[in-house]
């Protein structure tokens, strides 16, 4: 499996932006579906951001619209830009891979980031 290595992260205001890095080991890395998921205290790992390794990008409904996933293949990395960051975005967010295949539910994917926390004050 990809071992996933996470940068970024904080604490940041309401309004403001921040951005998530994860860099994956590997030479195979444009055959992963790259997904960003998040868990709130309290509360399940939900889903954020999945980029298909064939193409496709979905988003949650949550934060359609403020957060945009992108990838770099030479690099290997996924980033999260996250703007407009609202008070309910606080959570740990965990980059993930799924090699050859596509899903929105956390227990799909194999390969995990260790978590960074997100934290939005008002």
């Known amino acids: 499996q990809v071992q996933l290595v996470k940068s970024g992260g904080g604490l940041v205001q309401a309004g403001g932006s921040l951005r998530l890095s994860c860099a994956a080991s590997?030479?195979?890395?444009?055959?992963?579906?790259m997904g960003w998921f998040r868990q709130a205290p309290g509360k399940e790992r939900e889903f954020v951001v999945v980029?298909?390794?064939?193409?496709?990008?979905y988003y949650a409904d949550s934060v359609k619209g403020r957060f945009t996933i992108s990838r770099d293949n030479v690099k290997n990395t996924v980033y999260l830009q996250m703007n407009s960051l609202k008070l309910e975005d606080t959570a740990v967010y965990y980059c993930?891979?799924?090699?050859?295949?596509?899903?929105?539910?956390?227990?799909?994917?194999?390969?995990w980031g260790q978590g960074t926390q997100v934290t939005v004050s008002s």
């Open positions: 993930a891979a799924l090699r050859l295949g596509w899903s929105m539910n956390p227990a799909d994917f194999r390969s």
């Open positions: 590997g030479r195979t890395f444009n055959l992963y579906t």
């Open positions: 980029d298909r390794w064939s193409g496709g990008t």
